[in-house]
């Protein structure tokens, strides 16, 4: 198997500060970018253009999601609240407030009905859609939440913590079915592949664990390192094959997932890579760096 060949296509700027989440819309027609400045910034796909911005925090812009049906745009913040973005009308449609210090993650599930939030409180809050309020809370982590992702059927999330530690959590029940551990070190990210037999994660020491799901309970199937680098974000491609992981001094790196070798190391960003995303055909890589930009990468 050999890695694509990515080609910078665009590169973004108007951010006044480090990008910290993109996130392309399902429907193929837009990415988002959030930042430090505390704006996000809506790109029209098709040209490389800024289409609007999006302005309502008081603090830094951590995490930035789409819901599945791109109607929606979800953004966490040092401010500790989640703003919810109508994305039709291009305005803020409500704030969620619970957290008691800043968000550092937020995830969409797939069927839409949830959102998930980790905080540096070290909790993480289950939203409702439908009714736009908090539905429970999980607890467990000992330390901050930075990472959470929801498995394929939106029956289980997984979550990462500067505990060093991964847990799975049972989103009918609301408790913990497993805690993963190994890291060495913080774990930044953590991302299902999109048939959900594989969990990824990474932690700041540029160690990158993969765990395959056997009879309910995920087992470590092989560990990747990234040579004398952190890792901030990593992504699975839509075909599931490749994974792509954002990294100190600017570089990423893309992944033979079943043979565990790295393909490829792209000096992408005059900084650290601090957010990565895949369109959802696959044609198109995101990536955001503290150099105030993001690019856009295309097979």
Partial sequence: MRSPSWRCIYTLSGHRNAIT??????DGQTLASGSQDQTIEIWRLDSGKRWYTLVGHSNWITTIAFSPDSKTLASGSRDQTIEIWDMTKGK???TLTGHQDGVEAVAFSPNGQLLASGSRDKSIEIWNMNKGKRGFSLTGHQDRVYSVAFSLDSQQLASGSRDQTVKIWDL?????VQSLTGHGDWVRSVAFSLKGQLLASASKNGMIKIWQKQQEQWVLSRTLRADDQEIFNIIFSPDHQFLVSGGGQGIIDIWDVQKGILLETIKAHE???FTVAFSGDGQWLATGSYDRTVKLWKQ
């Fill in 172 to 176: 009918n029940t609301a408790k913990e």
């Fill in 21 to 26: 989440g993109v996130a392309f819309s399902p």
């Fill in 92 to 94: 803020r449609w409500y």
């Fill in 271 to 273: 900084s650290d890579v």
